[in-house]
């Protein structure tokens, strides 16, 4: 049986070999962030000189690949990406996902909008019918922090503040349990929540949802479009 990690690497390199014919000398890649992300960063290292660059949506994602001496850009650089690549915590079938588990989703919900095509690449484990057995998390302004998290008890949901952890934007996490939902009910809280005073971003990803999903499992991977 393949381990988690095996899982992960295999979801990573298939990403690779579905991303590589998209991209040409001038393309920039958008790169998220995550465990499953960094097998891909390792592999993409590895055609390093078939793309000009990528844009990263974490602190960490930029730091391993200038290690892997891949240059990275800001996105206020750039007018548009050929693919965004990023893993997920929960993803569907309608390929709508939810993350956050890292803390980046601001700046990865930011970089997919940007992107031509987002590529989710996940393990089987990730794969539900209903959200919510993963904690939502949402980044917040530290100042509103209870506020929000009042407000997130009348949805429904109980918020654990993540202490000792901070994002990249200096925001708080609240990660928010009890908010099963499906894909009709995650589109209503993503902009419930989102319009929430003191919410910077939620880790529902519905309305900018994955456009294909490459799924690692113990029979092989598949790639849904």
Request: proline share 3%.
């Amino acid at each position: 049986m393949l381990t988690q990690d095996q899982l992960k690497l295999s979801a990573a390199q298939s990403a690779v070999s579905y991303v590589l014919p998209l991209l040409n000398h001038n393309s920039v890649v958008g790169v998220g962030t995550g465990s499953t992300v960094n097998f891909f960063i390792d592999e993409l290292a590895k055609h390093k000189h078939a793309f000009a660059a990528a844009v990263s949506s974490s602190n960490r994602s930029t730091e391993r690949m200038s290690k892997h001496g891949i240059k990275v850009v800001s996105l206020n650089d750039v007018t548009s990406l050929d693919v965004y690549i990023d893993g997920a915590d929960e993803v569907n079938s309608d390929f709508i996902m939810v993350k956050g588990g890292g803390g980046a989703l601001t700046q990865e919900k930011i970089v997919a909008s940007v992107a031509k095509s987002f590529v989710c690449i996940v393990d089987e484990s990730k794969l539900v019918d209903k959200f919510g057995k993963f904690p939502l998390p949402v980044e917040v302004v530290p100042l509103a922090r209870n506020a929000v998290a009042r407000e997130l008890k009348k949805l429904g949901g109980t918020p654990v503040w993540r202490e000792g952890f901070i994002t990249d934007n200096n925001g708080h996490i609240l990660d928010v349990a009890n908010l099963n939902s499906n894909s009709e009910i995650a589109l209503q809280l993503e902009s419930r929540i989102n319009n929430i005073p003191g919410v910077i971003c939620c880790g529902y990803f519905a309305q900018n949802k994955a456009n294909v999903v490459v799924i690692s499992g113990q029979q092989g991977v598949k790639i849904l479009k």
